[in-house]
């Protein structure tokens, strides 16, 4: 019942596949596939003009609608819609129900789920990946990579377990990729959305398959244990002298296969901290705001106390959580992936770039945190009068802005640069 609520009504899809207003046609089952192709193309966005095959690609400038249309543009480019005659019509509803059945929540949203499809086709396309799979693998990946947190609530698999919700009682471990993943394959039960219908049964398996794969592994916690696996394969593939060994080597093992797409999709999952530092810290605003709101009902809800990263209290420490989470997760990955392929390195730039960003802005709160604590170590040995003409208001303000417990009296968020806080 509630897939039927989220499904693309008839003006959604003509508000993209225009047929009426281009063919003046009533029915679409009037017209002729060629002419749909034809209408819809037309009107999907030039890759070029909106950097879509880039590693620094940015939705900030696009609509949610213009979204779905980017969306629809990748499919042409990998050449799946004619090779496996994928109805047109039947793709745009499928799209724009993926993107319906993201919620407005502050960071897993459509544009999240955007980005991580994109970031799938520019690692296949522009970092050469796609060597490695079949068309009908890379039509499977890119689609689970749009569907990855579809209907996601905007808290984590710790608060969904805490809370007793549902989806803890349905699933037992990765309680939200689950969800995710069922939702996806509940989409393609649905003839209408199901873009994969003109597949031979054998092939619709193997679709289903990776989407498995593929969507349980954007579960992070999952990351830690197949990292290592991951570098044995970029070891070996270091040490051939040629191209077509490496390609031999992986294809004919599709656990190797799997490993690789399952660290594909973390190095899409965590892609926005490899982006140009005007997106990333944005970006990064987003991910701690959903992040404070969980703590906010782990504090209401749960009567709990949030963790350090959860902490609205503590939002001052986000530069400094940045740095840690670039150094123990983010690192590793895009290294990795730059020296399995050096068409990826933009990514590594731009997370090093990043870690930059975030280090001096951590150092220089850590900095003022410093002078703060000295100032009420004079002030407690009574050394005031040495210091002079020091305004003490000032300080006593400063203090209770900077106190360690969190307390904070104002909520100006001087540490930060005034983008990231507005
Ligand atoms: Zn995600």
Same mark, same amino acid.
């Given at each position: 019942?509630?897939?039927?609520?989220?499904?693309?009504?008839?003006?959604?899809?003509?508000?993209?596949?225009?047929?009426?207003?281009?063919?003046?046609?009533?029915?679409?089952?009037?017209?002729?596939?060629?002419?749909?192709?034809?209408?819809?193309?037309?009107?999907?966005?030039?890759?070029?003009?909106?950097?879509?095959?880039?590693?620094?690609?940015?939705?900030?400038?696009?609509?949610?609608?213009?979204?779905?249309?980017?969306?629809?543009?990748?499919?042409?480019?990998?050449?799946?819609?004619?090779?496996?005659?994928?109805?047109?019509?039947?793709?745009?509803?499928?799209?724009?129900?993926?993107?319906?059945?993201?919620?407005?929540?502050?960071?897993?949203?459509?544009?999240?789920?955007?980005?991580?499809?994109?970031?799938?086709?520019?690692?296949?396309?522009?970092?050469?990946?796609?060597?490695?799979?079949?068309?009908?693998?890379?039509?499977?990946?890119?689609?689970?990579?749009?569907?990855?947190?579809?209907?996601?609530?905007?808290?984590?698999?710790?608060?969904?377990?805490?809370?007793?919700?549902?989806?803890?009682?349905?699933?037992?471990?990765?309680?939200?990729?689950?969800?995710?993943?069922?939702?996806?394959?509940?989409?393609?039960?649905?003839?209408?959305?199901?873009?994969?219908?003109?597949?031979?049964?054998?092939?619709?398996?193997?679709?289903?398959?990776?989407?498995?794969?593929?969507?349980?592994?954007?579960?992070?916690?999952?990351?830690? &244990?197949?990292?290592? *696996?991951?570098?044995?394969?970029?070891?070996?593939? /270091?040490?051939?002298? #040629? +191209?077509?060994? %490496?390609?031999?080597?992986?294809?004919?093992?599709?656990?190797?296969?799997?490993?690789?797409?399952?660290?594909?999709?973390?190095?899409?999952?965590?892609?926005?901290?490899?982006?140009?530092?005007?997106?990333?810290?944005?970006?990064?605003?987003?991910?701690?705001?959903?992040?404070?709101?969980?703590?906010?009902?782990?504090?209401?809800?749960?009567?709990?106390?949030?963790?350090?990263?959860?902490?609205?209290?503590?939002?001052?420490?986000?530069?400094?959580?940045?740095?840690?989470?670039?150094?123990?997760?983010?690192?590793?990955?895009?290294?990795?992936?730059?020296?399995?392929?050096?068409?990826?390195?933009?990514?590594?730039?731009?997370?090093?770039?990043?870690?930059?960003?975030?280090?001096?802005?951590?150092?220089?709160?850590?900095? &003022?945190?410093?002078? *703060?604590?000295?100032?009420?170590?004079?002030?407690? /040995?009574?050394?005031? #009068? +040495?210091?002079? %003409?020091?305004?003490?208001?000032?300080?006593?303000?400063?203090?209770?802005?900077?106190?360690?417990?969190?307390?904070?009296?104002?909520?100006?968020?001087?540490?930060?640069?005034?983008?990231?806080?507005?």
């Amino acid at each position: 019942m509630l897939m039927n609520q989220t499904k693309a009504t008839p003006d959604e899809i003509e508000s993209i596949l225009k047929f009426k207003e281009k063919l003046s046609i009533d029915v679409i089952e009037d017209c002729e596939e060629k002419q749909l192709v034809t209408i819809l193309e037309e009107d999907l966005p030039d890759p070029k003009a909106v950097d879509l095959c880039e590693f620094h690609f940015s939705d900030f400038p696009i609509t949610e609608h213009g979204l779905i249309k980017c969306g629809l543009r990748l499919f042409f480019e990998i050449n799946v819609v004619e090779k496996f005659k994928v109805p047109v019509e039947v793709l745009t509803r499928w799209m724009y129900t993926v993107r319906k059945g993201y919620r407005s929540v502050t960071y897993h949203n459509w544009r999240h789920g955007f980005n991580v499809g994109q970031t799938m086709f520019t690692l296949l396309m522009t970092g050469r990946l796609k060597k490695y799979y079949t068309d009908l693998e890379a039509f499977a990946m890119l689609a689970a990579a749009f569907c990855h947190d579809i209907d996601h609530r905007g808290t984590n698999n710790l608060y969904q377990m805490k809370s007793t919700s549902p989806l803890a009682k349905l699933h037992g471990s990765s309680i939200l990729e689950r969800h995710h993943l069922e939702y996806s394959k509940t989409l393609l039960q649905d003839e209408s959305l199901n873009i994969f219908q003109n597949l031979n049964k054998r092939q619709f398996e193997t679709v289903i398959h990776l989407f498995e794969v593929a969507i349980i592994a954007t579960d992070l916690a999952l990351y830690f &244990k197949k990292r290592t *696996m991951f570098q044995k394969i970029v070891d070996a593939c /270091e040490k051939m002298e #040629t +191209e077509e060994e %490496a390609i031999k080597y992986i294809t004919i093992d599709p656990t190797k296969k799997e490993i690789i797409m399952a660290m594909m999709m973390t190095a899409c999952d965590l892609s926005a901290i490899t982006k140009p530092w005007e997106v990333q810290s944005q970006v990064a605003l987003l991910v701690a705001s959903e992040f404070w709101e969980q703590g906010d009902l782990e504090r209401t809800v749960l009567q709990q106390q949030p963790i350090p990263m959860m902490d609205r209290n503590k939002k001052d420490e986000l530069p400094k959580l940045q740095v840690g989470f670039i150094d123990f997760v983010c690192t590793f990955v895009y290294k990795e992936f730059s020296r399995f392929h050096q068409e990826v390195t933009p990514m590594l730039n731009g997370l090093q770039n990043n870690r930059m960003e975030w280090k001096s802005l951590a150092d220089e709160y850590d900095a &003022k945190v410093k002078v *703060m604590e000295e100032e009420v170590k004079k002030q407690e /040995e009574g050394n005031m #009068t +040495e210091k002079g %003409a020091y305004d003490e208001r000032v300080v006593d303000k400063q203090l209770k802005r900077y106190s360690k417990d969190g307390e904070r009296v104002s909520n100006s968020t001087n540490e930060l640069p005034k983008h990231l806080t507005s």
